[in-house]
């Protein structure tokens, strides 16, 4: 997850005539594009339209809308600039003044409901600086957000759109840039434990299924200035009265931390799934808390595309899925939208396997590419991920109705399924029982992988 890029100020202003139609409540962002449709037989360069998602098919007792649960991320969709480290925004919307105001704030809102509902997904998701901005003090900031909320609320109960899930950004205010939980200044810890005891409450109003925490600066860049055990004690206590403070107010959405190994940290103390099960695990926090994976954090931490996903449903701590992908050429966090089948698919499988990913979700933590200038390009980047995700609910479910792969897994593993392998897997066998086997049977033969067999097979679903 990242936010948004910061914004300049720009020369319109919100009481200029150019605004002005914009800041009515029934004003239209996106003229001449209706509702995105259905149309499995569009050709190939028809591109505004669905060609696999369609949200009421059923598919192993499941709408696709109930096991795919699309979320559109605010901070990239309505704050991204197409900004880059090497050049200027690019992405200059007609409705947005380039001012961090609560009309242009308001403003943005309206479009995203407006988005959200053409492109008919059911929920939503924002950091609370992404849709309020900061005042001079906590205080301003607070009621800020709560005025926005209020907006939000609104949009809400009118469109159906509902909150996958809140966060608080406790990365980009210079305030953070030794981190927040895990700073080594006491009052910037006392600020983020404020900012977030704010979102929480504004999450619980919006009634948000989930609330995920990032940790964009909880992490280090030398070792010469930093106390690793200090900010790691200091970041567990930060969680513990989170969790404190979500069952005080009565919030019932589930808690969920989003690994990432690097960025803008050089080391990021919740580097990949294990890492955070890990963490969680000592410090007591793992019936607390779940895990938000973000595939493109998993290949920046050097592992396969679905490896995290696949690893935190293993340990039953897969809460949600921000659905993205990168370029491994690159080496950095891109934020690609996901148009790969195969990887897509084997996401699915993932969540097949464990029922579904409610509360949970897939949200579109992606950036249209800063070329990618068109009002339409936000419309067809979430239409073309949304069909592949389709594409792989379809693939997954014929794999497991079919069951070949699982037949196959059942056979490579059936040796502890019964004599001294049983022993092995139900933790009671000694060292001492496994030399006797071992004497009294001599010399093991491995058995081949087959790893080409299996890609194989994986072709003829994908």
């Given at each position: 997850?990242?936010?948004?890029a910061p914004e300049?100020?720009?020369?319109?202003?919100?009481d200029?005539?150019?605004?002005?139609?914009?800041?009515?409540?029934?004003?239209?962002?996106?003229?001449?594009?209706?509702?995105?449709?259905?149309?499995?037989?569009a050709?190939p360069?028809?591109?505004m339209?669905?060609?696999h998602?369609?949200p009421?098919?059923?598919?192993?007792?499941?709408?696709?809308?109930?096991?795919?649960?699309?979320?559109v991320?605010?901070?990239?969709?309505?704050?991204?600039?197409?900004?880059?480290p090497?050049?200027f925004p690019?992405?200059?919307?007609?409705?947005?003044?380039g001012?961090n105001?609560?009309?242009?704030?308001?403003?943005?809102?309206?479009?995203?409901?407006?988005?959200?509902?053409k492109?008919?997904?059911?929920y939503?998701t924002?950091?609370?600086?992404d849709?309020?901005?900061?005042?001079?003090?906590?205080?301003?900031?607070?009621?800020?957000?709560?005025?926005?909320?209020?907006l939000?609320?609104?949009?809400?109960?009118?469109t159906?759109?509902?909150?996958?899930?809140?966060?608080?950004?406790?990365?980009?205010?210079?305030?953070?840039?030794n981190?927040?939980g895990?700073?080594?200044d006491a009052?910037?810890?006392?600020?983020?434990?404020?900012?977030?005891?704010?979102?929480?409450?504004?999450?619980?109003r919006?009634?948000?299924?989930?609330?995920?925490?990032?940790?964009?600066?909880?992490?280090?860049h030398?070792?010469?200035?930093?106390d690793?055990?200090q900010?790691q004690n200091?970041?567990?206590?930060?969680?513990?009265m989170?969790?404190?403070?979500?069952?005080?107010?009565?919030f019932?959405?589930?808690?969920l931390?989003?690994?990432?190994?690097?960025?803008?940290?050089?080391?990021?103390?919740?580097?990949?799934?294990?890492?955070?099960?890990?963490f969680?695990?000592t410090?007591g926090l793992?019936?607390?808390?779940?895990?938000?994976?973000?595939?493109?954090?998993?290949?920046?931490?050097?592992?396969?595309?679905e490896?995290?996903?696949?690893?935190?449903s293993?340990?039953g701590?897969?809460?949600?899925v921000?659905?993205n992908?990168?370029?491994?050429?690159?080496?950095?966090?891109?934020?690609?939208?996901p148009m790969?089948?195969?990887?897509?698919?084997?996401?699915?499988r993932?969540?097949?396997?464990q029922?579904g990913?409610?509360?949970g979700?897939?949200?579109f933590?992606?950036k249209?590419?800063?070329e990618?200038?068109?009002?339409k390009?936000?419309?067809?980047?979430?239409?073309g991920?949304?069909?592949?995700f389709?594409?792989?609910?379809?693939?997954?479910a014929?794999?497991?109705?079919e069951?070949?792969f699982?037949?196959?897994?059942?056979?490579?593993y059936?040796?502890?399924?019964?004599?001294?392998?049983?022993?092995i897997?139900?933790g009671?066998?000694?060292?001492?029982?496994?030399?006797?086997?071992?004497?009294e049977?001599?010399?093991p033969?491995?058995?081949?992988?087959?790893q080409?067999?299996?890609?194989?097979m994986?072709?003829?679903?994908?």
């Open positions: 997850m990242s936010s948004f300049s100020k720009g020369s319109g202003s919100t200029s005539s150019g605004y002005q139609e914009f800041d009515k409540a029934d004003a239209t962002f996106f003229a001449g594009i209706g509702k995105i449709p259905f149309k499995p037989d050709g360069a028809e591109t339209v669905y060609k998602y369609n009421t098919q059923v598919v192993m007792g499941r709408t696709m809308e109930e096991w795919l649960r699309f979320s991320c605010f901070w990239h969709t309505f704050r991204g600039t197409g900004a880059d090497f050049g690019t992405l200059i919307r007609p409705w947005d003044d001012s105001t609560m009309s242009n704030a308001r403003r943005r809102l309206r479009a995203g409901f407006e988005f959200f509902t492109l008919g997904v059911k939503w924002f950091h609370d600086r849709i309020a901005p900061e005042g001079a003090t906590l205080e301003e900031t607070n009621r800020n957000l709560d005025e926005i909320a209020d939000a609320l609104e949009l809400q109960k009118k159906g759109v509902k909150l996958l899930w809140a966060t608080s950004n406790l990365f980009a205010h210079p305030r953070y840039m981190g927040a895990s700073n080594p009052s910037i810890f006392a600020y983020a434990a404020a900012q977030v005891k704010k979102c929480l409450e504004v999450a619980k919006l009634g948000a299924e989930n609330f995920v925490f990032w940790g964009g600066r909880e992490g280090y030398t070792l010469l200035n930093t690793i055990l900010e200091h970041l567990a206590n930060f969680f513990r989170a969790s404190e403070y979500k069952k005080k107010i009565g019932t959405g589930t808690l931390i989003e690994p990432k190994p690097k960025e803008p940290s050089k080391h990021q103390y919740d580097y990949d799934a294990m890492t955070v099960i890990a969680l695990k410090y793992d019936k607390e808390f779940k895990l938000n994976i973000e595939p493109n954090h998993t290949t920046l931490a050097g592992h396969g595309y490896h995290d996903v696949a690893m935190a293993a340990f701590m897969l809460g949600s921000d659905s992908t990168g370029s491994p050429d690159l080496g950095w966090d891109t934020d690609q939208f790969d089948i195969k990887n897509s698919t084997q996401v699915m993932v969540v097949l396997e029922g990913l409610a509360p979700g897939l949200n933590d992606c249209v590419r800063r990618s200038t068109n009002l390009d936000m419309f067809i980047s979430h239409i991920a949304m069909d592949s389709a594409r792989a609910l379809k693939c997954a014929k794999i497991k109705e069951g070949v699982a037949k196959h897994v059942e056979e490579r059936s040796s502890y399924r019964s004599g001294i392998g049983q022993k897997d139900q009671t066998a000694t060292f001492e029982e496994l030399e006797k086997y071992t004497m049977n001599g010399e033969t491995a058995a081949s992988g087959q080409e067999h299996y890609e194989t994986m072709n003829y679903y994908v």
